[in-house]
């Protein structure tokens, strides 16, 4: 699989953190939210400032400067389950 950013993603992508290339604050930041090495995101909205992801059943938004720092990469073989995208959720 190939790394990229997680600007990179589509709605719906299932995004598998490997790294994060931030200052110390921001990281500690996006860790105290659960952006840690191996957590999977989904991508629920996207434009062109702002990213709105799923993490652990909780929505939150950061904006796509942060978000093209946020390396990992896309996985096939998973699907977090969403009210957006399972009406059974």
Known sequence: MEERTLLTCEIGDTFKIT???ENNETRNYLFSLEF???TDLLVVQKNKDIL???VFGSRLGIE?????NIFGY?????LIKSKKYDPNY
């Open 64 to 68: 796509s400067q942060l978000s093209s």
């Open 19 to 21: 790294r994060i290339e």
């Open 74 to 78: 896309v996985k096939k073989d998973i």
């Open 36 to 38: 840690l090495k191996n």
């Open 52 to 54: 709105i992801l799923e």
